[in-house]
């Protein structure tokens, strides 16, 4: 899933910066309901991840069944974190 695809798929627009609020929360909705009947794991990590990254992911226990899947969205999370540092 390509990132910029996602972004229009689900709110209109690949510019973030473009999406009106009402359009960010119906878009995140969408999300959420593809992401609980997604199936393929890697499509799970791309949804979460930008869900991650909109403040709306679900907790990490029950969005993964794999540990695996787990611990790669902790790593996500922890390098995001590192580069909140740098940035601010």
Known sequence: MDFDDLLHRYFGSSA???????????GIERMLVDFGLEQD?????AL???????GAAPDLEASFESEADR?????????LA????FDG
């Open 16 to 26: 973030i910066a473009e999406i009106r609020s009402g359009a960010l929360e119906a």
């Open 41 to 45: 794991r890697g499509k799970r990590f």
């Open 48 to 54: 979460w991840s930008l869900l991650h990254l909109l």
């Open 71 to 79: 611990e790669a969205a902790r790593n996500l999370m922890d390098m």
């Open 82 to 85: 590192a580069t909140e540092k």
